[in-house]
């Protein structure tokens, strides 16, 4: 009877095309509802698909840096500007110096002591110099702080193992949406990260997962949504918190969404 309540809220056409699945468990009772997305995935993917793939992901990260940036131009104006600029690539590879970065116009190389990883989205201030760009800043898109934290009046159990009561993924990497007046969102992966590439994630607002992870040609790993729990699914325990995310790395832990304070099983 809910889903058919909720099916008629939300129009029968658009909770057909949904890839979204309401659970029902002991928090539906109390007037809160557990939302599921689910990523397409592809058996085999083939060239197209993988760029499109990294094409997605170029505009998605950009579209969070641009607004930081200052006098933004294309890698390909970049390399006859004489002021100070930035612009936003996807690295290429590291070199000696820094690194070389790309968009659709272009490459360019930064000169820069900044640590990355092949495929990272960043942007770069700085200025030209001998066709190379020295750079002054390093920007990622990262985790706003002045924004709103959703909580609620609820204490709830994440495991990894399907157990009475309890929230499960299905898949990951997965948003869990939490709501009953308010709202958590909890994202769940399933990776071995260590707790500094975890919170790279978040600084980069992207899983960064290995490259033959990668089934389908949306972008299911950027971090479009800001989430209140980074839950990584691990053996390894640790907890952390980013720029008001508590990040849970574990196979299963009771959290009370009201004060955040937590118990890992």
Same mark, same amino acid.
């Given at each position: 009877?809910?889903?058919?309540?909720?099916?008629?809220?939300?129009?029968?056409?658009?909770?057909?095309?949904?890839?979204?699945?309401?659970?029902?468990?002991?928090?539906a009772e109390?007037?809160?509802?557990?939302?599921?997305?689910?990523?397409?995935? &592809? $058996? =085999?993917?083939?060239? %197209?698909?993988? +760029?499109?793939?990294?094409?997605? @992901?170029?505009?998605?990260?950009?579209?969070? !840096?641009?607004?930081?940036?200052?006098?933004?131009?294309?890698?390909? &104006? $970049? =390399?006859?500007?004489? %002021?100070?600029? +930035?612009v936003i690539?996807?690295? @290429?590879?590291?070199?000696?110096?820094?690194? !070389?970065?790309?968009?659709?116009?272009?490459?360019?190389?930064?000169?820069?002591?900044?640590?990355?990883?092949?495929?990272?989205?960043?942007?770069?201030?700085?200025?030209?110099?001998?066709?190379?760009?020295?750079?002054?800043?390093?920007?990622?898109?990262?985790?706003?702080?002045?924004?709103?934290?959703?909580?609620?009046?609820?204490?709830?159990?994440?495991?990894?193992?399907?157990?009475?009561?309890?929230?499960?993924?299905?898949?990951?990497?997965?948003?869990?949406?939490?709501?009953?007046?308010?709202?958590?969102?909890?994202?769940?992966y399933k990776?071995?990260?260590?707790?500094?590439?975890?919170?790279?994630?978040?600084?980069?607002?992207?899983?960064?997962?290995?490259?033959?992870?990668?089934?389908?040609?949306?972008?299911?790993?950027?971090?479009?949504?800001?989430?209140?729990?980074?839950?990584?699914?691990?053996?390894?325990?640790?907890?952390?918190?980013?720029?008001?995310?508590?990040?849970?790395?574990?196979?299963?832990?009771?959290?009370?969404?009201?004060?955040?304070?937590?118990?890992?099983?």
């Amino acid at each position: 009877p809910d889903m058919l309540n909720k099916i008629n809220e939300d129009n029968i056409d658009e909770s057909l095309r949904s890839d979204k699945l309401v659970l029902d468990s002991k928090e539906a009772e109390h007037g809160i509802s557990v939302i599921k997305s689910r990523a397409k995935q &592809k $058996a =085999k993917m083939s060239v %197209s698909d993988f +760029s499109q793939y990294y094409q997605n @992901k170029y505009e998605n990260i950009k579209s969070l !840096i641009q607004n930081k940036a200052e006098n933004l131009v294309s890698i390909n &104006k $970049a =390399k006859n500007e004489p %002021s100070k600029l +930035s612009v936003i690539g996807m690295i @290429k590879q590291n070199t000696q110096q820094g690194i !070389i970065i790309e968009d659709v116009t272009g490459e360019i190389e930064v000169i820069t002591k900044e640590q990355a990883d092949e495929d990272d989205v960043l942007g770069v201030t700085g200025s030209v110099r001998e066709s190379r760009l020295f750079a002054e800043s390093i920007i990622y898109p990262d985790i706003q702080i002045n924004r709103k934290i959703g909580s609620l009046d609820e204490t709830i159990t994440l495991s990894y193992k399907p157990k009475q009561n309890t929230i499960t993924p299905d898949k990951t990497p997965q948003y869990i949406e939490i709501s009953n007046n308010n709202k958590v969102v909890i994202l769940a992966y399933k990776t071995e990260s260590n707790k500094e590439k975890t919170i790279a994630m978040l600084k980069k607002r992207h899983l960064s997962p290995k490259r033959n992870e990668i089934m389908s040609s949306e972008d299911v790993f950027f971090i479009n949504k800001i989430p209140e729990i980074f839950w990584i699914i691990s053996e390894n325990k640790w907890s952390h918190i980013h720029r008001g995310v508590l990040i849970l790395s574990c196979e299963e832990a009771k959290i009370n969404l009201k004060t955040m304070e937590f118990e890992i099983l």
